[in-house]
């Protein structure tokens, strides 16, 4: 195996696991900025306000995106491991 199909099947790994992060990551932002802003509007400085909201919306959304998640990792085990194994 050579050094460009190692990188190849590098690129491909983090590709797949940049994508299967950014609903979360997403949903971590977007939950964190509203809860920040009402925290500066209603000057609540509360640490733990921000942790339940966020980790429930990042509850919901993985439950919401985990068959795109295993789709994704068995398309890449499929199309980029085996073929690396069998080659």
Excluded: N, Y
């Excluded at 099947?9 to 983090?14: A, L, P, W």
Aim: some cysteine; charged content about 10%; glycine content about 6%.
């Amino acid at each position: 195996m050579s050094e460009t199909e190692i990188l190849s099947i590098m690129r491909e790994f983090f590709w797949s696991a940049a994508l299967m992060s950014l609903p979360l990551l997403g949903t971590a932002l977007l939950v964190g900025l509203a809860v920040g802003l009402l925290q500066a509007l209603t000057s609540i400085q509360e640490m733990t306000l921000t942790f339940v909201p966020k980790l429930g919306a990042m509850l919901i959304v993985f439950i919401a995106t985990a068959g795109f998640m295993a789709r994704m990792c068995i398309h890449l085990f499929d199309s980029v491991v085996i073929p690396a194994i069998a080659g």
